[in-house]
């Protein structure tokens, strides 16, 4: 499946023209399972340590094999989530690793998070172009947690085409013309946590967001990617 022909396609089922100053915002899972990132549980080749943190979680030893393979740290083990920091740099429970919206009726699997979302975003994006004629922005959205905070919110994990922090330290004023000191707006984070209201977290089925309005940070280059936007493991500030 081409998630970019697709995108394509809907647009003009209802009857709408993709313009270059465009975001489009696409869900992670059919990004996943457009480039084949679905596992079954029984493929998986369990380790030791899978073993041990399935007994501590309650968990599945394949699942737990599979947040450990998609992994390069888990900075918190516990029955309600474990807290990894997937091989991308995001922080977030489970290592993004996802049953819901998956259909395979009899068989336990789950969607993977796409090896490299800012790449495929570039894809998306070019692809797009080449059916369309323009270049809108993309961002591959997920919802995720955050820290002291009950419930998600939807996050870029991918990105081409859009500034991804707009950083006002230092030029930008407050109402009584106070200069910003520590003010760095996260644009794509933003754009992505309006789109998922749009696109839901259950059975809605809208898949993709149209965002428009927001074409001062929409750039021709595909630009740096999600990636940016993560905080440096040197500046953690939780331990």
């Known amino acids: 499946m081409s998630v970019a022909r697709e995108i394509a396609a809907a647009a003009k089922r209802a009857g709408i023209v993709l313009a270059p100053s465009d975001v489009i915002v696409v869900a992670q899972k059919i990004v ?11 493929d998986v080749a369990v380790g030791g340590e899978a073993q041990r943190i399935a007994a501590e979680t309650q968990r599945d030893p394949a699942h737990v094999q599979l947040i450990l393979d998609e992994s390069s740290e888990l900075l918190r083990v516990s029955v309600p989530a474990i807290i990894a920091r997937q ?9 993004g690793i996802d049953a819901s919206n998956v259909a395979e009726p ?39 947690g955050r820290a ?17 922090l707009e950083d006002r330290r230092g030029t930008g ?3 009584f013309g106070r200069t910003l000191q520590a003010t760095v707006i996260a644009i794509a984070d933003s754009i992505a946590t309006m789109a998922a209201l749009a696109m839901g977290e259950g059975d809605e089925g809208t898949p ?17 990617g999600a990636s940016s936007g993560i905080r440096p493991v040197a500046e953690d500030m939780f331990r």
Request: net charge neutral; glycine share 12%.
């Open 32 to 42: 996943s399972k457009a480039e084949g990132r679905l596992v079954r549980f029984a």
């Open 148 to 164: 002291w905070r009950i419930g998600t919110t939807g996050a870029a994990i991918g990105c081409a085409g859009l500034q991804v």
């Open 87 to 95: 091989r991308t740099g995001h922080v977030l429970a489970n290592a």
């Open 208 to 224: 993709v967001a149209l965002v428009r309005g927001a074409g001062r940070w929409v750039t021709k280059e595909h630009g740096v």
């Open 106 to 144: 009899g068989e336990e699997t789950v969607l993977l998070w796409p090896l490299d979302p800012d790449a495929s975003a570039r894809a998306i994006r070019e692809e797009l172009e080449s059916i369309t004629g323009v270049a809108p922005a993309v961002v591959i959205a997920d919802s995720m």
């Open 173 to 175: 004023k407050d109402l």
